[in-house]
């Protein structure tokens, strides 16, 4: 007959649980995305993307999203996190074994002459033993219980440290594009500031030989003075934009980034696929740390139902004992000690029953909290879609806006060098094409943070993902 050894008693005793048979919520969203004019797009891309490498084109966010992965001080607590999660998982599965230990002990003590009857004299006691110490039995399952609640607390939290890692990427993009784009409004600003001053100095030529009144004047500098307010603007703004920048990496990038970084386009960023609302389940990091969390409510529910019934804790030991440390191994000096206990709960004033209650109830605040995830994400989605189809079409006007814009303006310009009409036509063609160029420039940047904030709505990289729950699902208690 083979030999059990405490380690296969120990997962014998565990294998039972008194938790709930976990089912998962049915969800709560719909089972397609919503259709209409807001929704009819272009087919999207077929091929998933394998990580965020491949989803942004720009070589300069690249290099600044791999600083902010190594750098960023916001993802390097959630990895700690991770870690100090795992550690209390790991503390929490050891209490399914036996803690066994050696124990070396040596005692010399006086007695006096009142107690011995004579003389007094000395005692010497030394022993050594190995063995465990109220080891308990689980026989209920409620060890096995918070171990499985510590294991899926500690997927959760790796769910939280991959949240927090796609909320980086994304800020880190957003900050890129707009950074990107109140440069270009800059660039634009200072190229309307040169010909607002240029058709100044004009104005001021023909106001001296009498061609033009003083309200001419007054109102290409007015154009002049409003100019210039938009340079200082941008000018600020692009310079906080590059202090939010360097805060999220981590390090400094003033005089770091590729000198060929690319235009603010739809080449970007690469077209996602936007799937069937039931791959979010699998695919946002933020649905599944609330499922961990929930099946974690669900074991704690076991935890709580166990501490009904009674406890059985063990203590053994064997080893030898002897008045002389040079007789400590001789032979007849063996001893060995078995002190089983149990601990039946009689009377605890509802304090379990409370206990209970109180674990289901967190189970249902975690229902809750899954099913808002789920919303949360289909909404998330819907509305990236949404952007997706209708900032093409306002996109294009935009364009077309620029495109007639600048036809008036050189038209204006050539009538009013040519003294066919006054400059107040000139100084609205100037306005016009300015403002329909600033718009051209935040709608692409607009368009192109639709597209990160559906990445992020879509769950980010999926083939990594897959890896990881095939791992993790043959972790998981059954």
């Known amino acids: 007959m083979p030999r059990i050894t405490l380690p296969l008693l120990a997962t014998l005793l565990a294998g039972c649980t008194l938790a709930p048979d976990y089912q998962r919520p049915a969800s709560p969203a719909p089972g397609q995305y919503p259709a209409g004019a807001a929704y009819q797009d272009g087919p999207a891309a077929t091929a998933l993307?394998?990580?965020?490498?491949?989803?942004?084109?720009?070589?300069?966010?690249?290099?600044?999203?791999?600083?902010?992965?190594?750098?960023?001080?916001?993802?390097?607590?959630?990895?700690?996190?991770?870690?100090?999660?795992?550690?209390?998982?790991?503390?929490?599965?050891?209490?399914?074994?036996?803690?066994?230990?050696?124990?070396?002990?040596?005692?010399?003590?006086?007695?006096?002459?009142?107690?011995?009857?004579?003389?007094?004299?000395?005692?010497?006691?030394?022993?050594?033993?190995?063995?465990?110490?109220?080891?308990?039995?689980?026989?209920?399952?409620?060890?096995?219980?918070?171990?499985?609640?510590?294991?899926?607390?500690?997927?959760?939290?790796?769910?939280a440290r991959r949240s927090a890692e796609l909320s980086l990427i994304t800020s880190v993009a957003g900050a890129y594009l707009t950074w990107r784009a109140d440069q270009e409004l800059l660039a634009l600003s200072q190229q309307t500031l040169q010909a607002d001053q240029q058709s100044l100095r004009l104005t001021q030529r023909q106001r001296r030989t009498g061609t033009l009144s003083a309200l001419d004047q007054i109102q290409a500098t007015t154009r002049v003075d409003?100019?210039?307010?938009?340079?200082?603007?941008?000018?600020?703004?692009?310079?906080?934009?590059?202090?939010?920048?360097?805060?999220?990496?981590?390090?400094?990038?003033?005089?770091?980034?590729?000198?060929?970084?690319?235009?603010?386009?739809?080449?970007?960023?690469?077209?996602?696929?936007?799937?069937?609302p039931a791959d979010l389940l699998q695919r946002r990091p933020d649905i599944r740390q609330a499922e961990y969390q929930l099946q974690a409510a669900n074991a704690n529910i076991g935890a709580a139902r166990a501490a009904f019934f009674p406890s059985i804790s063990l203590t053994a030991n064997a080893g030898s004992s002897s008045r002389q440390l040079a007789d400590l191994f001789d032979t007849g000096s063996g001893t060995w000690l078995f002190q089983p206990q149990i601990n039946l709960p009689l009377f605890n004033a509802g304090s379990l029953r409370a206990s209970l209650g109180y674990a289901k109830l967190q189970k249902d605040m975690q229902v809750a909290r899954y099913e808002k995830s789920i919303q949360t994400a289909f909404q998330e989605v819907a509305d990236g879609l949404a952007a997706r189809s209708t900032y093409q079409s306002q996109l294009q006007a935009q364009r077309d806006l620029v495109a007639a814009s600048q036809r008036y303006h050189d038209l204006a310009q050539n009538r009013y060098r040519n003294g066919i009409d006054s400059s107040l036509t000139f100084l609205d063609a100037q306005r016009s094409l300015f403002s329909a160029q600033q718009g051209l420039i935040n709608d692409r940047l607009a368009q192109l943070l639709a597209e990160v904030n559906l990445y992020a709505a879509l769950g980010g990289s999926w083939e990594q993902q897959s890896v990881l729950a095939y791992q993790r699902s043959a972790a998981l208690p059954k």
Not at 229 to 245: E, F, I, K, P, S
Not at 246 to 275: C, K, N, S, T, Y
Request: hydrophobic content about 45%.
């Open 49 to 159: 993307p394998r990580d965020w490498q491949a989803v942004f084109h720009d070589p300069a966010l690249r290099q600044l999203l791999a600083k902010a992965m190594a750098n960023n001080r916001d993802l390097r607590v959630a990895v700690l996190n991770v870690e100090a999660y795992r550690a209390q998982y790991r503390i929490q599965r050891a209490e399914l074994l036996p803690k066994i230990s050696a124990n070396a002990q040596g005692t010399r003590q006086y007695l006096p002459r009142r107690r011995t009857g004579g003389d007094g004299m000395i005692s010497s006691q030394q022993s050594a033993t190995v063995g465990i110490s109220a080891y308990e039995l689980d026989l209920f399952g409620r060890l096995r219980s918070l171990s499985d609640q510590a294991l899926l607390n500690y997927l959760a939290t790796d769910e």
């Open 226 to 276: 409003s100019t210039r307010a938009a340079v200082a603007r941008y000018t600020r703004l692009a310079a906080q934009d590059l202090n939010q920048l360097e805060r999220l990496v981590g390090i400094a990038v003033r005089d770091d980034l590729p000198a060929m970084a690319l235009a603010l386009a739809d080449e970007q960023i690469a077209r996602l696929p936007a799937g069937l």
